[in-house]
């Protein structure tokens, strides 16, 4: 096994968030049955559940950090790191693994020095597996937020990556 150290951007929640944050789970940590709701606003407000907003919602709403932890670990909805300005998707399916996806995704993290569910220290690529996309006769695919991308190569990742230069 590697490393389980993700390699993240800092956190940087705003004023306005943590207000938006405690306001909201003032409306909710009442309720029977709160946390995923609260969860689930959280991770709208800051766009993922760092460490510094899951002690928030324990400090508030009395429920241990285990617990909180627990949830957002279980359910795959909720992200414990930031995604990128470019969300990465490498499609895992059998299809496209079988045609190199495998490759695809080792090249990238390679290029990106970051590993699968991570984000690059500025922000900018955030890199995540996927099972199947329904773009099997396109296998191997990517998807860059909307920006689909097939029949791929290891070769191909370099002019790909340098659209996105901004």
């Known amino acids: 096994m590697g490393s389980t150290k993700k390699t993240t951007v800092p956190f940087n929640g705003t004023a306005e968030q943590e207000q938006a944050l405690r306001s ?11 946390l995923m709701p609260i969860l689930q606003k959280a991770q709208d407000i800051y766009g993922y ?12 709403t009395g429920v241990p950090m285990e617990k ?6 279980f359910y795959s909805q909720f992200s414990l790191y930031p995604k990128g300005k470019y969300k990465i998707s490498v499609c895992l399916g059998t299809a496209c693994y079988v045609k190199g996806s495998g ?9 990106l020095g970051i590993a699968e569910g ?4 500025d922000g900018k690529f955030s890199l995540e597996p996927c099972r199947c996309i329904g773009a099997c ?3 191997p695919v990517i998807t860059i937020n909307d920006d689909v991308y097939g029949k791929l190569v290891v070769s191909d990742i ?6 996105y230069a901004d």
């Open 118 to 121: 991570e984000c690059t220290p």
């Open 68 to 73: 909180i932890y627990g949830v957002a670990t």
């Open 158 to 163: 370099d002019d790909i990556l340098a659209k």
């Open 49 to 60: 559940l760092p460490i510094e907003v899951q002690s928030m919602i324990s400090e508030q």
């Open 24 to 34: 909201m789970i003032n409306e909710h940590k009442d309720q029977n049955g709160a």
């Open 137 to 139: 006769g396109l296998a």
């Open 103 to 111: 490759d695809i995704q080792k090249k990238l993290m390679e290029k």
